[in-house]
């Protein structure tokens, strides 16, 4: 698996230099070295930056919104702004991890394909660029990878070493934690989930352009847009999920609906994968509410003998996982001790 968690670099040759540290490939998820790092989180309306100890905990944390129409010089300004409002010149800050939207290749430090919430994010050499703002080594990822890697470490999987990781929100996302480490697959793509294909909704259309996707029956836009055919009343998800706690019928139907087919394919993913946990986080997958009452009831009926013991929980960290991740990641490139 020499794919897994491998770092990235500008300093000299970068093919010679993604080696994680030997004692890196056998460590437990969060192995306390490092000091403080940056972590941060660059969406396309917000981008925040924390300050996080080797125990996993945010010191502190800056936000602003992301200039997303200015271009990537913009948002890296952005993120260098709110990196020097921390202290990333302090002695004691070791380096600096960054998960953003996209397809990321973490070798080469480049986003290899974006949609268009950032302008011209595609292609760009974010980790040489932010290198030179900010004086730090730094590393980037997936903002799902990050995800999976703060929950792991510090979050509802701490002490796991095998973990399938998910968010539902606007879209749907996810992540695979194995012996403790991303797993990236062959073509930076691995997780992918939001786009497995659901037999019988090809009427659905996917954010890709596909139909019968995941993502076009579970997540919250998919879901409002659904609820809207039905009841003929434009909201959003959360209205319609509160419309469903009160017994609303389409909304019921509609919330159900989602649920179910998630929790039916992750107990899918979970029958092929083997996890030790599966982590479900993001705005729409509320533990407290129907959607999560239906994912759960699905993802049992379906999961083989073997893994019925594996637990679907809710994700701990809430906004602060990908900046958590996101340090953890960095950590993970410094050099550590000999094996």
Not at 108 to 125: C, L, Y
Request: with cysteine.
């Amino acid at each position: 698996m020499d794919e897994l968690e491998t770092a990235a670099v500008v300093e000299g040759d970068e093919s010679a230099a993604v080696e994680e540290a030997p004692w890196a490939s056998r460590a437990a998820v969060g192995t306390g070295t490092g000091g403080l790092c940056l972590g941060v989180d660059i969406g396309g309306t917000k981008t925040r930056v924390g300050l996080v100890d080797a125990d996993h905990r945010v010191l502190d944390v800056r936000e602003a919104p992301t200039p997303a129409r200015d271009g990537p010089r913009a948002v890296l300004e952005v993120v260098a702004g709110l990196g020097r409002a921390l202290g990333a010149r302090r002695a004691d800050v070791a380096a600096c991890g960054v998960g953003t939207a996209g397809v990321v290749d973490p070798a080469a430090g480049t986003v290899v394909a974006s949609t268009d919430a950032i302008a011209g994010w595609a292609g760009v050499p974010l980790v040489q660029q932010l290198t030179a703002l900010l004086g730090l080594p730094v590393r980037v990822d997936n903002d799902a990878n990050a995800f999976a890697l703060g929950e792991a470490a510090g979050g509802a999987a701490q002490g796991r070493a095998h973990v399938l990781a998910v968010t539902v929100g606007t879209g749907v996302g996810g992540a695979l934690v194995i012996h403790g480490r991303l797993w990236r697959g062959a073509h930076h793509n691995a997780g992918e989930i939001g786009h497995l294909p659901v037999p019988g909704f090809g009427d659905r259309r996917c954010s890709c352009g596909a139909g019968g996707h995941l993502e076009s029956v579970s997540a919250g836009p998919a879901m409002a847009a659904r609820y809207r055919r039905l009841a003929g009343d434009a909201v959003g998800f959360a209205e319609v999920a509160r419309r469903a706690e009160t017994g609303d019928g389409p909304a019921v139907e509609v919330v159900e609906e989602g649920g179910g087919v998630l929790g039916q394919l992750l107990a899918g993913l979970v029958n092929a994968v083997d996890p030790e946990s599966v982590v479900v986080g993001g705005g729409v997958a509320v533990p407290a509410g129907r959607y999560w009452a239906a994912a759960e009831r699905h993802f049992r009926r379906h999961l083989l003998p073997a893994v019925t013991g594996v637990p679907m929980l809710p994700a701990r960290l809430g906004n602060d996982a990908v900046v958590v991740g996101a340090a953890e990641l960095a950590r993970r490139g410094l050099p550590g001790p000999p094996p």
